[in-house]
């Protein structure tokens, strides 16, 4: 994949979009296991907004919470630069934090360098794990399912589109076989591959 910003744009706004749409459903499972993952206080979300800041420093997305913020600077194929973590860091408030969520191995090494405790750092397949951990624990809810159906979608697109772990095999990648859909040849073939690159 060669770098496009809309890809990276793409992915942040849909990250946002179902942890808004779980607070509205008023399921509080993934954003629980996003700041117990970051090592963060429980609090209450207040709302969740996309590419805020000014000119010289804009965050892809914010979720707020009672108490702090954390801001969101998103890769997927992009480069981090230490210069740009440093004008978002002078913009946002001393209690809030600056969450860098990318797969790029240099990027948590450039993070450990700047050696600042507001800074923080998940990659995409963490976020993949804990979207599925989220689809485990709301499965067999009912009243869950317009959701199930919702966060299943961004399992697939993450497994399209970014670097995730391999995390087994489903039915879909056996009906496959058997009745072909175009669509889902490319997260066949990385599932494939993720499985190869393990044996």
Partial sequence: LAYDPQIEDNTTKSLINILEFLQEVQSSVLIELLLKKLGLPRRAVLSFALQQGRESSRPDAVICLEGYSIFIEAKVKADLYEDQLNRHLAHINTRDYLLIISNNK????????????????????????????????????????????????????????????????????????????????????????AFAEII
Avoid at 123 to 150: N, P, Y
Wanted: hydrophobic share 45%.
């Fill in 106 to 193: 240099a990027d948590s090494i450039c993070l450990k360098q700047i050696k600042n405790n507001r800074l923080l750092f998940l990659t995409w397949a963490d976020i993949h794990k804990l979207c599925i951990e989220t689809l485990r624990q709301i499965k067999t809810d009912k009243k869950m399912a317009a959701v199930s159906h919702l966060l299943k979608h961004f399992v697939d697109y993450l497994e399209v589109v970014v670097m995730t772990e391999f995390s087994g095999f489903k039915d879909e990648d056996f009906d496959f076989w058997v009745d072909t859909n175009p669509y889902y040849v490319p997260i066949l073939k990385r599932k494939l591959k």
